[in-house]
């Protein structure tokens, strides 16, 4: 079976984590398929502590690939996330003209 999980890497007290599809026979940190993002849990506030790419998770999904509890959570947070940024962008207040 594929799964789509959580590859940990990084050093002691400083994890890191990639969001992989593997077989899930294979190690948890061995050989996997593709690298999807990855996840930072002790990343600094502001900058970018998940990345995944949407449509190569639903393409896997559509080819029956089981997620991760953790990866499907982070999944959801990271489209919430998104759709937030892409609100708020949309909903910023034009620029006052500049008189001349």
Request: charged letters at 20%; glycine letters at 8%; zero cysteines.
């Amino acid at each position: 079976m594929v799964v789509i999980r959580l590859s940990r890497g990084g050093s002691r007290g400083a994890p890191f984590f990639n969001i992989v599809v593997a077989d899930s026979r294979n190690r948890r940190d061995g050989r996997y398929i593709e690298r999807l993002g990855f996840y930072n849990p002790v990343g600094k506030e502001g900058a970018e502590n998940v990345r995944i790419a949407q449509d190569r998770l639903t393409f896997w999904i559509s080819k029956g690939a089981q997620m991760s509890d953790t990866v499907a959570q982070l999944a959801k947070n990271a489209v919430k996330a998104a759709v937030a940024k892409a609100s708020s962008a949309s909903v910023a207040p034009a620029a006052a003209p500049v008189a001349a």
